[in-house]
């Protein structure tokens, strides 16, 4: 499928629940972190809506960024946007707005287009935070959230087999490649030698526009600084008391509560997730000592252009990979032994835990007895590169890639 002149494979995992949803009521809400695929799968849904035999002028893909529409600034002018577009236009329409957080007030329009018109709606954000205040009491009930990531390795696959014509029966290779650059879907259209620059640019292009103007923060050298941390210590518990100690050795001082608005900030743009920490035999949400998440860790490589703890980036991948198969995922403690993930979907539970290889008893040791200390029915795993199985004692073990390729946990 070709899009605005670049090449894209169809997402078929955020596409195909679209499609379950179309001319039904309710609004169709995508977010996502910048250049993640939104509009992209926008596109896509116009493609899908064409095919089925929708005329062309019936849908409007309006996007807060282009040059056609980035004047509009509030919900009046948006208000007059639509009226002006649709007035004319008889049976039912369907109206797509990207990056639609660029509207002040913007909900209010959406609501009036809900009650004043025959219309099916879709919304991509790139914060996490849209459906908070004003616009969850407008819609109440009536929408539908996506979240959209950056290329699982399945979909990194599809792409070079799709769209690069590129051999892919070496799964060890093509790994080695997504796990030095990561999946955010621009990087793959440019050469290896402009990858980590291209990463760096969509960096800096998330913290201004999305943290940055968004939040009107003044001292970005400070946020900044806050993550570089976070980054350093990816999947690593720490407290916002903890980067204080660390901006005090640089002769920095900052309050907490500034430290936890710029991760809350960073969170809302979808950059990073916070983990909590989970007491699994008392069943408490702890609350301190979090961990952080990259939601693609391509952006570590782009800092610091090589890896110094392959197991933490993996324990990123597969974090990352959770969340996208709809998994509520928290850290786990029992009788002080951390399980990297207790993860939750629906009635369903699993324990994993994540490690690079089991190249010593003391390694397997260390990864199982966490895990065998939980008292109850559900799948238990260890995620590793090892290829043997060291499967034992009601414990599953997976190879890391295998785990990625597949549906299944």
């Known amino acids: 499928m070709v899009l605005c002149g670049e090449k894209m494979i169809k997402r078929d995992l955020y596409l195909n629940q679209i ?5 039904k009521e309710p ?10 695929g939104k509009t992209y799968l926008l596109k896509s849904i116009r493609e899908e809506l064409e095919n089925r035999g929708i005329k062309e002028e019936n849908i409007f893909l309006i996007s807060f960024e282009s040059m ?34 660029n509207v002040e007030n913007w909900e209010k329009s959406i609501n009036a287009c809900r009650v004043d018109l025959d219309c099916d709606i879709y919304i991509t954000g790139s914060n996490s935070e849209l459906l908070s205040g004003e616009m969850a009491t407008l819609i109440s009930g009536r929408y539908y959230q996506i979240n959209i990531y950056p290329f699982s390795f399945a ?24 796990v030095e650059y990561g999946g955010m879907p621009p990087i793959q259209q440019v050469t290896k030698q402009d990858k980590y620059s291209y990463l760096s640019d969509i960096y800096n292009t998330i913290l201004l526009k999305d943290i940055v103007t968004r939040h009107n923060i003044r001292n970005t050298d400070m946020l900044n600084r806050i993550l570089d941390y ?7 518990n720490f407290s916002a008391g903890n980067i204080t100690k660390y901006l005090k050795h640089e002769r920095r001082k900052i309050s907490k509560d500034t430290i936890l608005d710029y991760l809350l900030y960073s ?45 933490s980036i993996l324990e990123n991948i597969v974090y990352i990979e959770l969340l996208r198969r709809g998994y509520d995922v928290k850290i786990g403690i029992i009788n002080n032994k951390e399980i990297d993930f207790v993860c939750t979907r629906d009635k369903e ?4 835990q994540v490690t690079y290889q089991l190249k010593s008893d003391s390694t397997i040791e260390r990864e199982f007895s966490g895990l065998a200390k939980i008292n109850d029915n559900f799948d238990k795993y260890v995620l590793s590169m090892d290829k043997m199985d060291f499967s034992g004692s009601g414990l599953k073990h997976r190879n890391i890639i295998d785990f990625l390729i597949s549906d299944y946990i």
């Open 27 to 36: 609004i169709k809400i995508i977010t996502g972190v910048r250049r993640s």
């Open 230 to 236: 976070v980054i350093m210590n990816l999947g690593k």
């Open 68 to 101: 056609k529409y980035n004047k509009i600034e509030n919900f009046k002018q948006l208000d007059e946007c639509i009226v002006n577009l649709t007035e004319n236009i008889k049976d039912k329409v369907y109206l797509l707005f990207d990056e639609i957080q």
């Open 267 to 311: 969170k809302n743009a979808c950059f990073i997730h916070q983990a909590p920490r989970v007491d699994i035999k008392g069943k408490k949400v702890l609350q301190h000592n979090e961990k952080y998440f990259l939601v693609d860790h391509g952006f570590y490589q782009a800092k610091y252009g090589e890896i110094e703890n392959m197991g």
């Open 349 to 352: 539970k699993i324990y994993i």
């Open 19 to 23: 499609k379950r949803l179309i001319d």
């Open 155 to 178: 979909e990194f696959i599809q792409y070079k087999k799709e769209i690069e014509k590129t051999a892919t029966n070496d799964l060890e290779e093509l790994f080695r490649e997504y």
